[in-house]
Structure formats: structure tokens, C-alpha cells
């Protein structure tokens, strides 16, 4: 049995029902701050009557404040799916049962006070709220919370409800029942009543309560004289485990010259894992007890810890989900954290003009191949994208380094941005794919998937899978090719070379037979490209709004240089800055450097761009350069004046959702 | 072991009856000090019989009167409970009345020192059936769905409900003098396969049988108003069962969850269970329900709901339970036992334990018309003379028809009447005998109220005091005192030796400025005065300052139901009215079995007889026109009753 739906209604930000499904084991909740995911575990909070939240009660803020207005009709409204509940569950949990036999619970709030000026309260299991409803059912279900701002030390510090005496009283809750029921005491409890005796017996303190004694008896004679005794207050079991406190010891070797410290000598984020481990002892050492659901909710797993602590507590909290049973769910915005986790186990929160998206990776039904894919491939780095309000997904470094440059050069011509200048400003990452793999990261957020069709009886399998490569690469397709799923509602552009396919010309005395002609396209001279993922392009444009491919003439720098001659003329200052020797390619330079000057000054030259654009790019991928070196030397002297191509401007129009201009 | 030391151990915690009762130690020592002895030590071997037998097994408790059948069942809760071990199934105990459930909490908590409590259950039937089947599951059946709040539960209308939304659920066709049907006041009586009115109108029933049996369309016409009306979410009692007995058999996925959430279902006062309870009860336990009825079939009295012993018996027999017995009766003396046996006319097994403190305890007196008032006074000197106890003594007649004629209150028409409503409140304020009446007076304030302020807003049942739903309880219940303070402070309104055109004059003013709701006055809407009536007397219809000359209440045959009576008076009815004969008002009724047959009528006498301690006196007519002839005599003295004149 484990939460596999919630749905909420007018809770805090959202003010359209909306639907959150959840996986078995680890779920971890991601995305940018503000869209959900704490309100989110709070409404888990709310409906499994999690004791601090219950503790502290709801305010008006917690109902959506467009639906607040409405006045006494606001209704808050949580209800919870349980899936997969055992023969013994579905009888515990009888009138929670759905149709279908899963379990539901319900929460509701209405924004009128009730008499004791709380607002009115409505909880019940399954289908109708005239069913019987046991407390001891919810209380069944084991839910513990641990909030993002943790003050550790203090909650483990010795006191009412520390966590160790919480923890203590947890673990021998069963022991204690059955004691008390008996009236005997336990072990802990007749140490210290022993201990407690032998404490008034001890020299200086029988003096001293002598001496009290016989004073009070002068004072006021024997007939109104009280007995006084020294010693601790009668303890019981709850109230000697709440005076235990935590100490720690650098490292796990412990003998009897080991010295513990206070807390408050070790770092924050060292007592925040022993506040986690106080908290997942529990959950260890009841595991035989609860035969129902048990919910572990942690927002920002990653506070106060660094990378490699994090990755190794979400691996414990992993197989601990696993072995243990125990659905956890975890809200983040480490991108260590999102890396480290298989991709199905993710949940992207998203805002797009006011509305929550919530899309659970596993919905998207990412085919196999792209889900190892993206398995494999998100690193700290690229899994920005699962934060981000819109992505360019580009091939390499270059791009990668220059891109948000030439943003803000674009942006910068644009008056229309409404203060937007720079592609940070609005949350949209570019994201180096160091390569082609468009297909893959596509599929979280086009939103469709293909019906490929079977294989027929009488057909071969090399003709069947050419048949399907066929398939895949159709320009659009018809209802029932296709089904529609769940994406992630962010925008996503992919910026591809066209790489148009290079001339062989077959030469008779040449070694190898063949040489091989750079092509060498120009707006007026568009080639075919060479790129197998082009046929996305098509494709994407007819069956989606959210994703689109833009390509080029040729590659990334070739398009820089052949976009303007003034590009060119900075491409070219800083080649000639970086060659190692003078010599031919110098000289090519200063031709070509001298031309451009000569233009400028109105004179009438002949410059070949094509010529020239190719020429800067195999020196740019020459051996003294290399694309990432030239990007980022390119990068610091680019200004307002460089030309920025139009591909990349309206890849950045479509993801910051701008007109596109001409020219 | 034998029964009653493993019952003292597992309850009392004590190995043995203590010697002296002020050493014990045990568990009960104060329930045994209050009767002096051991509490186990007071057990018969039946009842600890019953207490101690296995509890996986189907048992039917055969529980004469007085048999201290209460305590048996509360015994036998808090052993099993007590041995219980399973934390999320448990018994389902239940009873028919919510005083039988009070009775029986109380009585199970002095032996288990806790409440009853989660996974247990101990509540009525209706109650266990509403909130762990009905209210959970019948939406599948019904299809009723609200898709704003996700909030599938049923609404109760109850039969003599007549509020304004009933109107899109009524028959299209006419039903001759029936009208139009609505969707509450008919049900479907599946023992019979067919359907059952329950309006107003006098012969419904014979009529709607002609009409159905003619008219073949008008069934399909019923069918579908009644699946609409569910469908929209409403259903009464009688639906709510039938929905679910159709839902037991549909699902039995979800028939046997609730049957592992109640393994164990124990039911009180088992005689009155209906065809269908019973039908539930058969299809839970071939789910592996076991079942318990704890009763007596005897007492069974309520024909007229349709629920008729033979129902039962069939059920035990069926399930092949286990018959027990307690044929001690603690409460009457052996002359009130034989009495009773001798109603039923068959071989007296019960044996009357109560000791014999009276001289003759069996005692006729024979009345003339108008002789009521004497009759009870002679009773009453009776009981004094016996140096029994007045105040636990009743006078007991079988129907309200009867019991509003000693009083003096009128017999009230079947249709509602705002009106009336008022006037009845205002009656029943001033001159309550009992609770009872005290809530009766509520409710009609309650009814006449809501019809005459907050006609147009939905509302609930009569449990709620039809409180509409938009609004709170105690707002509700603010508006409810705040009518009944206005009305009482108006002396006039008192005074029902007016016409009902003056009285509704008067109390359309004490209304006016009565009620404020949401910031706006309301003013009421009274409707009309019945038919005829405008000039008649209000205490003509209603009733006047009552017959307060006598010291013992009346009861009905039903509301006496359990009840240890030291001494009563059971009146006959003065004639034997017509065709009806076995209604069992007339005495005539209560003797006669029918070729050995039990029949209502005698059961009825049955459990009037019964609830005598000590002195059993029967008010029989004897009218100048048809004095008691030998015949009837004989009846009465074979039965062991001393015939006198008043």
C-alpha cells in the first residue's frame, strides 16, 4: 500500500484542482523555487494529520487567495490514493475502499469558522463522508517530516519532544503498554528510583537536608514542621528519556577513552545527518511493527550538505525505500541530487503564466532507449534542465559558452523584452549535449508517442526495422499512430548543424581514390543537410507547441562568420592573435583582414564569404585553437555590433515565447 | 475448567468465588459489593454456558423474559473482547435501539473497565449498515456521483418526508386517489416482490396493488423513479437496505472485506430483524461471517413492519445455528410465567425465579365504557395494598389510540399540517410525561419550523430535526429555542379553548419578528388551517390540560419493550372493532391461538404479560350489551386470573 495520488484543491497557490501521481519507494519532487513542491508535502502533511502540522493548524493563507475572495463557499480540499493494499489492508482500511479497491482519503476545509474559531474541518476514507471513519486507521499510517530549515541541535537537544526521547518512547512503546498495564516499572525506571535513593543517603547531601530540617523544625515548631528529603524528582519512563541527550565522537571507533562532545561543537551539517539518522532509526527499528504505510517526507534532502554527502544519504534513503518499504518522498533543487537519481523516480514541477504543471517522469513513458539514455547522461551540470522555465538544448562547448552572449546581444536589439536581457533573467538554461541526442531529451517534453506499427508474419527483420526507421521519421502522423502522455511543460529549442553532406569526387591517381569537397552553402545556396535528426524538425513543428529545432547553413562558426563581415573581421583578429607561427595562413588573414577593412571604407572589394567562413572554421578546429579555447576568446570581444544569426534568434524567440522579427 | 471459573479468571482476574467478598481483590470487587455477592456466583450455569461457549461457531441465545439476557450479551462481549487479538477486525454488536445500545454499553464497560471501542463496533443495525456498507459502497450500485465535492454519500429522506424537491421526484401518471407517488413513499419489499406504499392516503396499499396488477407499465414507471431518485443521491431506510443487500451479492470482493473487518456479528433482540436484515446477514456469512442472535421470538411484535418470526426461524435453521437457552425467569413469579406461557398454548419450559409476594397475582377487572379513570384507580389502590412500588408500575394498552385516550390527547391526522405542527409543540410542552414527549415537542417545533420559514432550502431528516444543510447545528438549534421562548412567553397562545382561525392570528404575530437569519428578517409562511377546521376548537383536535388524576404512566405495548414492571395494568380495548381481529387490542385477540399457531396478537399479550414483577391485572370490558359470558370466563381463569367488578 503506498500513496499513489493526491489531488488538491485550492490549497496556497493552487487555484485549479490538480493531480500529483506518485511512484512505490523514492520519489523526489523538482523544480524551480515557488512552484509547488513544499505545498505539495504540506497537503501530504495535512491529509495523513502529520503531528506538527496538525500541531500548528492552517491560516487563511493556505487557501488559494483567488478562491478566498468567493468568501464562505472556499473549500480546501486533499484527497489521497492508496494503491495496491494487501488482502489484510483492504479489510483495515474497509471504508477508505474505492470501487476498484484501492483506498482513498479525504480532507476538507471550509473557509468559515466553526465554533472554537478553527476553521471547519471534514475528514473521511473513500467515496462518502457519511462512512465510519477510525482514527486509529490514519494513525496507522506512519508519516514523519523533515522540514527544510532544520534546527537540528535543538531538536535533539535533551527536552520535551526531543527526538531521542520521542525515539526511545517509539521503540519500547509496546514494553511500556504492556508494564504499565501490570502496574510494574520499567527496567530504566527502577535504576533511577534506585540510584535516586542512594542519592539522599551520600554524606554532604544528608548534612545539608539535616541541617534544613532542623531548621524548619525551629522555625516553626514540631506541631507545623514539614520532612524535606534531597534528591531528583520521581521520575517516570517518558520523563528520564527526555533528560538523555545526544553526544557525538569524531569517527565510529569508540572504546572507553573515547570523548564525546556536545553538539554544539559540531558542524551543522554532521547534526543534521544525526537528526536524519534519529529519525530513519525509528523508522529501522519498527519495521516488523506497521503492517501499513509508512511515509518519509524530506524537503531539501541537500541542506547543509555537500555534494558527496548528499548523493550517499539519497543512496540510503534509496535502499531504504526499497528493503524497508517505505515511500520517500524528497523535494529538491540540488542538481546532484536530481543527477543521482534514476530519471523515472523524478517529478517536474513547473510554472508556465500562472498555472502549476506537475509531470512524474514515469508518465511521460519514456521509451527504453531514451530513458538509459538520459540515465546516463544527466550529470549535475545538464540536469539544470529539470529547473529551468525553458531549455536550448545546443551540440558542444561552443555553443554552450556563446549562446547566452549572443542572448544578450539579441535581446539587447529587441525593445519589446519587457526588461528581459539575459537568458538567466527568465530561468532558461542552455544545455550542452555534446552531440546530437535531440530525440531523447525531446521525449520529456513533446508530449506524444509513436504507435510503431508490428511486425508482419511474412516479413523480414532487417525490412521490418526499415519499415519502423521509416516510421519514426514521418512528418506528421495520423490519429492512432500516435497517443498522447504527460510532458514537461517548459519550452524546449534544440540548435542542430545542418552539416550538409561533403562532395567525393573520384580522382584516378589519388591514393585513396576519392578526395572529398567541403561543401560550402550560403543563404543563397542552401544544401541538403547531412544531419540524421532533421526529419525532428518537420515532425516537431506539425505535433507540438512545446519543442523545436533550429538549424543553420553549415555549423555554428561557419554561420558566425558568413552572417556579416564584421563577424568575420573579429573571428579573424583572433585567430591571427593565437597562431603560433607566421606564415601562409597568416598571410590569408591579413588578405582577408585588409579586404574587410577596405569595405569598410567604401571601397569596392570581392570577398568570396563562403571562402572565408570556411576558412576560419578549420582554423578554429585546428590543433593551436580548438573550438572550446576560441568560443571563449570569441565570447569576451563580442559586442552590440556583432551580428547575431537567425536561427539562434528565433530559437531564443521560441523559448522566451517572443514574436520573431524579420531582418 | 469449568465455565464459571474460567470466566472469573479471564474477567475478574481471581482464581476461585472469594470466601469473604472483603478480601476480594478481583477486577469487579466494586460491581460484586453493590449486589453483595460474587458476580460470577450469581450466574446460572446457562447463562455462563452461553458466556464461555466458542464464539467461531453460530449460536442462537433462546432468551425467555426476565432471563437477564442483557447481561449475558455484555458478559459475553468483554470475554471475547478481552480475548481479542486481532487489531484492525473485530465484533459487531448490535441492537435496535439506541436506549438498548446505551443499556448494553453501560453493561459491557462494568465488566471490560473500557469503552467498547475501535475495531469493535456496538451500535444499532441501521447504524453498523449505514456507516460500514452503505455509506461507503452503495454509490457503486446506485451510480450517484458529486463531482464537485467527491463526496459520494446517500441522503436520508425519510418516508413522511414532503419537502418541495420531492416534486421532481414524483410519478408522472396519476395513482388514482394516490395522486401522484413520490419517489420516498413507496419501497420495494423483496421477501414479497413487491412494491410497499407508504403515504398517507387510507388503503393505499390495496390500492397500488389493484393498480400494479392492472396496469403493467406503472411497475416499470416505479422501477425508474426509484432508480432516479437514487441516482441523485436520496434513498430511504428501506432503499438503503435493499441497495445494500443488491450490493453484498454484486460484490462479493467487497462482501468479504467487510465480512473479515466483522467476523463476529452479535445481534441483539434478534426477533426483530426483517427479511431483508436477515437476507444481509445470510450473505455476509457465506463470507465467513459467524453469527450470533441473542432474542426471543415470542416477543416479536412488529407485523406490521413486515418483520414476522418465521422470517427468523428459517435463518436458524438455514445457517444450521447452535440453539441455547436461559429458561430461568429472574423478573416475574412462576403464577406471571405460567400466565404468559398459557398465551402461547404450548408446553411451559420457563421457570419463574422472582419469590411470590403477593396474594393473588393474577387479577381481571372487569370495566364498563367511560370506567377507565376507576379502572386505574382500582389498580393503583391495588398496588398500594400490595405494598408494591407505584412509580415502577405501568398501565400498558396497545396502541396510541388508546393511550391518547386515557390522556386525553386527540388522535392526530396522518397528513402535516404547519398549523397543527405549532399547536402540537406547544401541547406536548406542557404536558410531557416523559422524555419522550419532551422530544416530541421539539420535533414538531422542529418540522413546523422549517416548513413554515425554510420551506424552499434542502433539508435533513427528522434525527437532525430537519435542519436545512446550509445551515450549522447550532445555529439550528438557537432558531429552534428561540421559536419555542417567543411562543411560551405568549400566554394567549396557551389557551386552546380558541378556534384555529384565532390561534393562528395570534401566533402569525408572535412569528412576525421571530427570526433573523443571514442579517434579513424571515417572516413565516403558515399555510392554511386543515380543511373544516377553521372553526373548530383547538382542544377538539388536538387535546387539552390532561388527565393528571392517576400516578403511573401509560405505555404502548412497544415502548414498554424491556422494561421490569412491579406491577401492570394491561387494558383491553373497550370493543372488538370489526374485521381487524388480530390487531391484539381487544383481549379476545391475546388468548385465542390459532390451530396452535402463534399469532402477533398473542406475542403482543405476551410481552405485556411479561413485564410484570409481581402483580399482572388485566382491564377487561364488559359491556352491558354483551355482558362476559362463561365461555370467556373460563379462558380467563383456566389462564389462573381472579376475576372482580370494580
Not at chain 1, 473549500?75 to 477508505?96: A, H, M, N, P
Not at chain 2, 465535492?149 to 416534486?167: P, V
Not at chain 2, 402535516?416 to 402540537?424: F, G, K, M, S, W
Request: glycine content about 4%; some cysteine; charged content about 25%.
Amino acid at each position: 500500500m503506498y500513496l499513489s495520488k493526491l489531488r488538491i484543491e485550492n490549497f496556497r497557490l493552487f487555484n485549479k484542482p490538480i493531480t500529483v501521481s506518485f511512484h512505490k519507494g523514492l520519489n523526489l519532487l523538482v523544480g524551480e523555487n515557488g512552484c509547488g513542491k513544499s505545498t505539495v508535502i504540506d497537503a501530504i502533511r495535512m491529509l495523513l494529520n502529520e503531528s506538527e502540522f496538525s500541531h500548528k493548524g492552517l491560516n487563511v493563507e493556505d487557501f488559494n487567495s483567488f478562491s478566498r475572495v468567493g468568501g464562505k463557499n472556499c473549500r480546501l480540499f486533499v484527497c489521497g490514493l492508496f494503491s495496491e493494499l494487501s488482502d489484510e489492508q483492504k479489510i483495515e482500511y474497509l471504508t477508505w475502499l474505492t470501487p476498484k479497491l484501492n483506498a482513498r482519503l479525504n480532507v476538507e476545509y471550509l473557509f468559515t469558522y466553526n465554533a472554537r474559531n478553527a476553521f471547519k474541518q471534514k475528514r473521511w476514507g473513500g467515496c462518502s463522508s457519511g462512512s465510519a471513519f477510525d482514527w486509529e486507521v490514519l494513525n496507522d499510517i506512519q508519516c514523519v517530516y523533515l522540514p527544510a530549515l532544520r534546527d537540528a541541535e535543538r531538536y535533539l537537544k535533551a527536552g520535551r519532544g526531543s527526538r531521542i526521547s520521542r525515539l526511545l518512547t517509539n521503540l519500547s512503546m509496546d514494553e511500556l503498554k504492556e508494564k504499565r498495564k501490570n502496574n510494574e516499572k520499567m527496567g530504566l525506571e527502577k535504576d533511577v528510583a534506585e540510584f535516586n535513593h542512594s542519592v539522599e543517603k551520600k554524606t554532604d547531601i544528608k548534612r545539608a537536608n539535616e541541617l534544613i530540617n532542623e531548621s524548619i523544625k525551629q522555625a516553626v515548631g514540631s506541631v507545623f514542621a514539614q520532612s524535606t528529603a534531597i534528591k531528583f524528582n520521581e521520575l517516570s519512563y517518558e520523563r528520564i528519556v527526555e533528560s538523555l541527550q545526544l553526544l557525538f565522537s569524531h569517527g565510529i571507533d569508540v572504546n572507553e577513552g573515547t570523548i564525546f562532545h556536545n553538539l554544539f561543537e559540531n558542524s551543522l551539517g554532521y547534526n543534521n545527518l544525526i537528526y536524519i539518522a534519529t529519525i530513519l532509526a525509528e523508522f529501522e527499528g519498527l519495521k516488523e511493527k506497521y503492517t501499513s504505510p509508512r511515509i518519509l517526507l524530506v524537503e531539501e534532502l541537500e541542506a547543509h550538505l555537500h555534494p558527496q554527502l548528499q548523493m550517499k544519504l539519497l543512496k540510503y534513503l534509496s535502499k531504504l525505500a526499497e528493503e524497508c518499504d517505505i515511500q520517500v518522498i524528497i523535494t529538491t533543487h540540488s542538481t546532484t541530487l536530481a543527477a543521482a537519481t534514476p530519471i523515472n523516480q523524478i517529478i517536474c514541477f513547473s510554472r508556465f503564466e500562472d498555472e502549476v504543471f506537475i509531470t512524474p517522469i514515469s508518465k511521460c513513458e519514456l521509451d527504453k532507449k531514451a530513458e538509459n539514455f538520459i540515465n546516463r547522461w544527466l550529470d549535475a551540470t545538464k540536469s539544470t534542465l529539470l529547473f529551468s522555465k525553458g531549455n536550448i538544448l545546443v551540440e558542444g562547448l561552443a555553443e554552450a559558452i556563446l549562446l547566452p552572449k549572443l542572448a544578450e546581444i539579441y535581446l539587447k536589439s529587441r525593445n519589446d523584452t519587457l526588461g528581459i536581457s539575459a537568458l538567466e533573467d527568465v530561468g532558461v538554461s542552455v544545455i550542452n549535449m555534446n552531440g546530437i541526442y535531440f530525440q531523447y531529451f525531446m521525449q520529456l517534453y513533446n508530449g506524444y508517442r509513436l504507435n510503431l506499427p508490428e511486425q508482419e508474419t511474412d516479413e523480414t527483420k532487417l525490412a521490418y526495422e526499415k519499415r519502423v526507421q521509416l516510421f519514426v521519421k514521418k512528418e506528421s502522423f495520423e490519429t492512432g499512430e500516435y497517443k498522447k502522455v504527460p510532458f514537461i511543460n517548459v519550452r524546449c529549442a534544440a540548435l542542430t548543424d545542418n552539416d550538409p553532406i561533403n562532395e567525393k569526387i573520384k580522382v584516378e591517381d589519388h591514393e585513396k581514390g576519392t578526395i572529398i569537397i567541403e561543401s560550402k552553402p550560403t543563404k543563397y545556396n542552401e544544401l541538403i543537410s547531412g544531419n540524421p535528426q532533421m526529419y525532428l524538425k518537420k515532425q516537431l513543428e506539425k505535433m507540438t507547441d512545446n519543442c523545436r529545432v533550429y538549424t543553420n547553413l553549415k555549423t555554428f562558426e561557419y554561420d558566425l562568420a558568413i552572417e556579416s563581415h564584421s563577424n568575420a573581421k573579429i573571428m579573424l583578429e583572433i585567430i591571427s592573435d593565437m597562431l603560433p607561427t607566421d606564415g601562409k595562413v597568416k598571410t590569408k588573414i591579413n588578405e582577408y583582414l585588409e579586404k574587410i577593412t577596405d569595405e569598410e571604407a567604401d571601397n569596392a572589394v570581392e570577398i568570396d564569404d563562403a571562402e572565408m567562413a570556411l576558412f576560419i572554421l578549420h582554423q578554429i578546429d585546428s590543433s593551436y585553437l580548438g573550438k572550446g579555447l576560441f568560443a571563449q576568446l570569441l565570447c569576451d570581444r563580442i559586442d552590440a555590433s556583432f551580428v547575431v544569426p537567425n536561427y539562434i534568434k528565433n530559437a531564443i524567440c521560441f523559448v522566451l515565447n517572443m514574436e520573431e522579427q524579420d531582418g | 475448567m469449568d465455565n464459571r471459573k474460567l470466566l472469573l479468571n479471564q474477567i475478574c482476574g481471581c482464581y476461585d468465588i472469594p470466601e469473604d467478598m472483603k478480601m476480594c481483590d478481583g477486577k469487579l470487587k466494586q460491581k460484586c459489593s453493590v449486589i453483595g455477592k460474587c458476580v460470577f456466583e450469581s450466574l446460572t450455569e446457562q447463562q455462563l454456558e452461553y458466556a464461555a461457549t466458542d464464539i467461531s461457531s453460530n449460536v442462537y441465545l433462546n432468551a425467555c423474559p426476565g432471563s437477564g439476557k442483557t447481561e449475558v450479551v455484555a458478559l459475553k462481549c468483554a470475554y471475547e473482547i478481552m480475548k481479542w487479538d486481532n487489531t484492525y477486525s473485530g465484533i459487531a454488536i448490535m441492537t435496535f435501539t439506541n436506549s438498548a445500545e446505551d443499556e448494553l454499553r453501560n453493561r459491557t464497560v462494568e465488566y471490560l473497565g473500557i469503552q467498547i471501542d475501535y475495531p469493535h463496533f456496538l451500535g444499532t443495525f441501521t447504524s453498523w449498515l449505514h456507516n460500514y456498507v452503505a455509506n461507503p459502497f452503495i454509490h457503486i450500485i446506485t451510480g450517484y456521483r458529486n463531482k464537485e465535492t467527491l463526496d459520494y454519500s446517500f441522503r436520508l429522506i425519510e418516508t413522511e418526508c414532503t419537502s418541495d424537491f420531492l416534486f421532481s421526484f414524483q410519478t408522472k401518471y396519476s395513482y388514482q386517489s394516490l395522486n401522484k407517488i413520490r419517489a420516498n413513499q413507496f419501497y420495494f419489499d423483496l421477501k414479497n416482490k413487491k412494491y410497499i406504499y407508504g403515504g398517507f392516503i387510507y388503503n393505499g396499499q390495496k390500492l397500488l396493488d389493484e393498480m400494479l396488477s392492472k396496469d403493467s407499465w406503472r411497475k416499470k414507471e416505479l422501477d425508474e423513479l426509484k432508480r432516479d431518485f437514487w441516482k441523485s443521491g436520496f434513498a430511504t431506510y428501506e432503499d438503503i437496505e435493499l441497495i445494500s443487500l443488491y450490493l453484498l451479492q454484486e460484490r462479493s470482493d467487497i462482501a468479504r472485506c467487510i465480512a473479515g473487518r466483522f467476523p463476529v456479528l452479535l445481534i441483539d433482540e434478534c426477533q426483530d430483524l426483517s427479511y431483508i436484515q436477515l437476507q444481509i446477514l445470510k450473505c455476509l456469512h457465506s463470507h465467513g461471517t459467524i453469527i450470533h442472535l441473542v432474542g426471543d421470538l415470542d416477543q416479536s411484535i412488529y407485523e406490521f413492519r413486515n418483520i414476522v418470526p418465521d422470517d427468523t426461524r428459517e435463518f436458524i435453521k438455514d445457517i444450521s445455528m447452535k440453539e441455547m437457552r436461559l429458561t430461568s425467569n429472574y423478573r416475574s413469579n412462576d403464577s406471571i410465567v405460567s400466565a404468559s406461557t398459557f398465551l402461547l398454548d404450548k408446553k411451559k419450559y420457563v421457570i419463574g425465579k422472582q419469590e411470590q409476594s403477593v396474594e393473588t397475582p393474577l387479577i381481571v377487572l372487569l370495566y364498563k365504557k367511560g370506567e377507565e379513570g376507576k379502572l386505574i384507580s382500582k389498580f393503583e389502590s391495588l398496588v398500594n395494598e400490595n405494598k408494591l412500588n407505584l412509580h415502577n408500575s405501568r398501565i400498558i394498552v396497545r396502541n396510541n389510540s388508546l393511550r391518547n385516550k386515557i390522556y386525553g390527547i386527540k388522535k392526530e391526522k396522518k397528513s402535516v399540517n404547519i398549523i397543527e405542527d405549532y399547536a402540537r409543540a406547544l401541547f406536548y410542552h406542557y404536558s410531557s410525561y416523559s422524555v419522550g414527549d419532551f422530544q416530541l415537542s421539539i420535533l414538531y417545533l422542529a418540522r413546523a419550523i422549517h416548513k413554515s420559514f425554510f420551506k424552499s432550502m434542502e433539508h435533513s431528516n427528522s434525527q437532525k430535526l430537519y435542519r436545512p444543510t446550509l445551515m450549522e447545528d447550532n445555529e439550528w438549534w438557537q432558531i429552534i429555542n428561540k421559536v419555542k421562548n417567543e411562543m411560551i412567553s405568549c400566554e394567549k397562545l396557551r389557551n386552546f379553548d380558541q378556534t384555529w382561525k384565532e390561534w393562528k392570528q395570534l401566533l402569525q404575530q408572535v412569528l412576525l419578528n421571530c427570526i433573523v437569519y443571514n442579517g434579513q428578517k424571515v417572516s413565516p409562511d403558515l399555510g392554511s388551517i386543515r380543511k373544516g377546521c377553521s372553526q373548530k376548537k383547538i382542544k377538539d383536535d388536538i387535546g387539552n390540560d390532561v388527565n393528571e388524576n392517576f400516578n403511573c404512566s401509560v405505555e404502548t405495548i412497544h415502548s414498554c419493550k424491556g422494561m421490569s414492571l412491579d406491577a401492570v395494568l394491561f387494558i383491553s380495548a373497550y370493543s372488538n372493532s370489526g374485521n381487524n381481529n388480530e390487531s391484539g387490542s381487544h383481549w379476545h385477540d391475546w388468548f385465542a391461538t390459532k390451530n396452535g399457531k402463534v399469532r402477533e396478537s398473542n406475542r403482543l399479550a405476551y410481552v405485556a404479560f411479561s413485564r410484570a414483577r409481581q402483580l399482572l391485572v388485566l382491564g377487561i370490558p364488559n359491556p352491558d350489551s354483551s355482558p362476559i359470558d362463561i365461555e370467556h370466563k373460563r379462558i380467563l381463569t383456566d389462564a389462573g386470573f381472579k376475576i372482580f367488578l370494580i
